[in-house]
């Protein structure tokens, strides 16, 4: 059984899916084409993926400590676990994030993983831009990745949280 609700976040409304152990299996962006879960209450089995998402917001989280059981190709759980592996604040190229999972010229092939990745923020698709430096490519759209970003360095600038909760 899947348990789903929806946290209103300081970028919009997530939609969290977790199953019966508590693995989340999906955190879907605003405005993605999921039907809307219903909102989020106390022992709805989504709690400690909402008090996560606050800490994270609010600038106290720079990790995650959830069990992931995202489905998806053997390349792209991998490409998922690289994503894993880009620190807090830091950003990746889709080049980079290729050679991290060994196949250096897969760049357009991770692209296409990290399109796919049912955990945004958790697993951190938003922390990968352009070889150039450039934001390209996010399901929550562009803007939404420069909030995110624009939050990560101002909790390690430590000048507050900017998409604070």
């Known amino acids: ?9 300081p970028i919009g409304v997530l939609q969290i899916h977790v199953d019966d152990r508590g693995r989340l299996l999906r955190l879907e962006l605003p405005g993605s084409a999921v039907a809307p879960a219903p909102r989020h209450r106390a022992g709805d089995g989504t709690d400690h993926v909402v008090l996560q998402l606050e800490q994270y917001f609010a600038g106290e989280r720079r990790t995650f400590d959830l069990e992931l059981a995202p489905a998806g190709t053997p390349f792209q759980q991998r490409a998922w676990r690289a994503l894993r592996r880009i620190p807090f604040g830091a950003t990746r190229s889709y080049q980079q994030q290729a050679a991290a999972i060994g196949n250096p010229r897969a760049m357009r092939a991770v692209g296409a993983a990290n399109g796919r990745n049912p955990i945004a923020i958790v697993v951190p698709c938003h922390r990968v831009i352009g070889k150039d430096g450039s934001l390209v490519g996010f399901g929550g759209g562009l803007d939404c990745k420069r909030r995110l970003l624009a939050h990560e360095a101002a909790v390690l600038a430590g000048t507050g949280a900017a998409c604070g909760a």
Not at 1 to 9: N, P
């Open 1 to 9: 059984m899947v348990h789903a609700s929806s946290y209103r976040s």
